[in-house]
């Protein structure tokens, strides 16, 4: 697609979003609701329509190339994936589950289920691909070192006469082969030629030739009826069309991606080359005039206010900002400070929004939250930037001329007031500096005139003052260390470990169709929540900030649900480092307590500062059993005291994450598991329409495998089985040397049922053991409360009426 198609899908995306804004405003300023029916599905109808305006604002940046647009397009797309979280989480509190749904807003938008599942971001990669390709070359030399990972042998290459003499040998054996059949056939020939008794000699040519004609015939016919009956499958949508095809515009289009790409990183380059440029010719030519201009302008202040007043003003501090502030106060606002004032709007927004973030505490539930409660909106951190960057397009963007811009490089007049501005604000810090010392030594001459005293700075005491609120740190245990060695040593002992590339669209499963119950969501119902909960935040630092703080997570379910290969998705999609703390493996490594002092300290500090970092922690139940098993080696209970300490000590502003796996999570005694983990996300067993689509989705990838292959039948068997007993089943049977015999032995039913019922399934007991787990989680006993009350409602609505008959 064009840059013309890209700017109008922008413009749609920009009134889309502006209609949404001011019903968002609306939400903000409802009185609190009792109705909760009501107000979820207000809820839920701003949490979907900003969920696909976010995917809409994802696919203009990934594609857009013009450099300007792509900064303001970049904090529309972050601030409104962080209003969907917040709204997210709203609906939690309301639904009071992870999961919800509403078919009636969903039939009002008009929306399907691929149209409501968030896309990730795909900047959170490709923005940092030459950082993450050099920390892979560098954990690969070290495992390559300590013998942990097998060297690439690396084929040396030939010289062309080896290369003549390896062709020639090729080409002599070729023909033997020919000449070898060639004799073969000759010989097969001579001896049909002999006189043969048996023969029938009244067989003629015509004979021969309509046998011919009727064999032909019949083949030719069969294939005509099976090519039209797949053509009508094709037309109908129940067979998916060719592969060839397909693959084939879907090539073309991505080589267009990658150009755009490219141009996307070449125009960045020019346009950072120019700021350099245009901020270095503003301050030479330009640099001393604007100082004269700025401290004519205060020293004129000073007269004026000296005139009013009979004594000299004070003059502000840097933090309080210094003469912007103090021309801005007394309302003598020049031009050259205006545009200061505005450019601190933002730092002042964001610092207001982190002491927000500091008091509310996102991410935490309550469990008496909501319970007897009218539901009121939390104040939004992101609506206020959106309304900015909706201003910021209408003053800019809108309507703008770019006939001459076709190539869509970028603006040097937009530099030009950017930059002035820039510099502008660095002079006047220090003509400030010097404005300061010329108030200080006319206050001297006007006490001396006066013949009173010095004045006493106050300065003194506020720096005093300023150091009480300091916390204490933490003590740096490997002050001299560097990153990398720090890096090194973790890799070495198998505490970071190398994760296989694992995209979130290979947990195959579809979003609800319709709605379902909490408890027994869809395998995308799944893999939306972990976006929202782990990989959108992971991977934006605005998110992060400002929105939902979710510092630890516990993912359950049977084995093979497809746990252990969410978190390495979640690491894939981010651009993650892995530290793996499971008891497993760190049995044997750090001993001691001074050991495992060192072992928290190490992972506290290296994964802050290579974030993105996910902390997994596998069978997560472990340090919580009141009894361990004899036979368990691993001491599990090692860390049971420093995991609420490190989820505790993970800042909302770091973008670190706790995530735990349990196969069989109510072993541990919830109370404790509960001051580590604050969310906890079942994974139940997949029901026959998961099934069906993961063994077709599955089976498509082997070519040999026929297309109207009944997934049907092998869904309905395996009900009860994981999605990964699935895929393991299909890897034992579509091996190698069996993928080559597909197209003259098509694959069976027999052989995949032989495979699975290997395997074990989830029994019903274990299914109920997890509901029963689920039902004592924090989100479980207010849903629980609420029901109990609801119920109780329920009944006291009907005793009325008999009590009156």
């Known amino acids: 697609m064009s840059n013309r198609t890209f700017n109008l899908l922008w413009t749609g995306a920009q009134k889309d979003l502006e209609k949404l804004a ?60 962080g209003r969907m979280l917040e709204l997210k989480h709203d609906l939690v509190i309301i639904d009071m589950t992870e999961f919800s749904y509403n078919d009636a807003v969903v039939e009002k938008l008009g929306l399907t289920p ?111 009826t099976r090519r039209k009956k797949m053509e009508e499958m094709i037309l109908i ?15 073309e289009l991505e080589d267009l991606k990658q150009f755009r790409y490219k141009q996307q990183k070449t125009f960045q380059e020019d346009y950072e080359a120019s700021l350099v440029r245009v901020k270095e010719e503003i301050s030479v030519k330009q640099g001393a005039a604007m100082t004269e201009d700025i401290a004519d302008e205060i020293r004129t202040w000073f007269k004026e206010y000296q005139k009013r007043t009979g004594r000299l003003p004070d003059f502000p501090s840097e933090e309080a900002g210094g003469s912007r502030h103090l021309l801005s106060r007394q309302g003598t606002e020049s031009e050259m400070s205006r545009s200061s004032v505005l450019s601190s709007r933002e730092s002042k927004l964001k610092g207001g929004g982190k002491e927000k973030l500091a008091q509310k505490k996102p991410g935490e539930l309550s469990l008496e939250e909501g319970l007897d409660k009218a539901f009121k909106p939390m104040q939004s951190s992101f609506l206020p930037e959106i309304k900015s960057g909706i201003e910021e397009y209408t003053e800019v963007w809108k309507g703008k001329d770019e006939s001459q811009n076709l190539r869509q490089t970028y603006y040097d007049d937009m530099i030009y007031e950017e930059k002035y501005a820039d510099v502008e604000a660095e002079l006047r810090k220090i003509v400030d500096e010097i404005m300061r010392q010329e108030l200080e030594l006319l206050q001297i001459a006007l006490e001396r005139d006066r013949g009173g005293k010095k004045l006493k700075k106050s300065s003194k005491k506020a720096r005093r003052s300023g150091k009480k609120g300091k916390k204490k740190k933490d003590k740096d245990l490997t002050p001299d260390r560097t990153t990398e060695s720090l890096f090194e040593e973790l890799v070495t002992n198998g505490i970071i470990k190398k994760y296989p590339e694992t995209p979130i669209k290979s947990y195959v499963g579809d979003l609800s169709y319709a709605a379902r119950s909490a408890l027994n969501p869809s395998p995308g119902d799944v893999r939306q929540l972990i976006k929202q909960y782990c990989i959108l935040p992971l991977g934006s630092e605005t998110i992060r900030n400002f929105g939902p703080c979710i510092k630890s997570l516990l993912i359950a379910g049977p084995k093979g649900s497809g746990k252990t290969s969410l978190v390495h998705a979640i690491c894939t999609e981010t651009g993650s480092v892995l530290f793996d703390i499971s008891p497993p493996n760190i049995v044997g490594k750090y001993p001691g307590k001074s050991g495992l002092i060192m072992l928290m300290h190490l992972i506290s500090k290296v994964s802050r500062l290579l974030q993105p970092s996910v902390i997994y922690f596998g069978d997560a139940e472990k340090p919580f059993m009141k009894k361990i098993p004899k036979t368990d080696r691993t001491d599990p209970k090692r860390l049971k005291k420093d995991l609420p300490k490190l989820v505790k000590n993970i800042q909302p502003e770091d973008r670190i994450m706790l995530i735990g796996t349990s196969d069989c999570p109510w072993e541990a005694d919830m109370k404790l598991i509960v001051q580590t983990y604050q969310r906890f996300i079942y994974i139940p067993r997949p029901d026959y329409g998961a099934l069906s689509y993961a063994w077709k989705e599955l089976l498509s ?103 009156k008959k």
């Open 114 to 224: 691929l149209s409501m599942e968030v896309s990730v971001p795909r900047y959170f990669r490709r923005e940092r691909e030459e950082q993450l390709n050099e920390r892979k070359k560098f954990m690969d030399d070290i495992l390559k070192k300590i013998g942990a990972l097998d060297e690439e042998v690396v084929e040396e290459e030939l010289s062309e006469l080896e290369a003549i003499r390896i062709i020639q040998t090729h080409e002599r054996a070729r023909q033997g082969r020919l000449r070898a059949q060639f004799m073969k056939e000759l010989k097969i020939l001579k001896e049909k030629g002999k006189p043969d008794s048996s023969r029938d000699k009244s067989t003629t040519g015509l004979n021969a030739a309509m046998k011919i004609q009727k064999v032909w015939r019949g083949y030719a016919t069969r294939r005509q």
């Open 237 to 251: 949508g129940m067979v998916p069309p060719p592969v060839t095809s397909a693959r084939t515009a879907v090539d």
């Open 22 to 81: 001011v019903n968002d405003f609306e939400y903000q300023a409802i009185e609190a609701q009792h109705d909760r029916s009501e107000i979820q599905g207000q809820v839920y109808e701003l949490y979907l329509r900003y969920l696909v305006i976010s995917n809409r604002l994802e696919e203009i940046y990934d594609q857009i190339v013009q450099p300007q647009k792509r900064i303001l397009i970049r904090k529309l797309l972050d601030n409104c994936l």
């Open 701 to 803: 990838h082997y070519s040999g495998v026929h297309r109207q292959f009944d997934t049907g039948a092998m869904a309905k068997i395996s009900d009860g089985y994981t999605i990964g007993s699935v895929v393991r089943c299909i890897r034992e049977v579509i091996t190698c040397k069996r993928m080559l015999q597909l197209r003259v032995h098509p694959l069976t039913h027999l052989e995949l049922i032989n495979a699975l019922s290997a395997l074990e399934p989830v029994y019903k007991e274990e299914e109920e053991a997890f509901l029963y787990w689920w039902c004592k989680t924090p989100l479980g006993r207010r849903r629980s409360k609420q029901m109990e009350k609801d119920h109780e409602a329920m009944m006291e609505m009907e005793n009325v009426p008999k009590k």
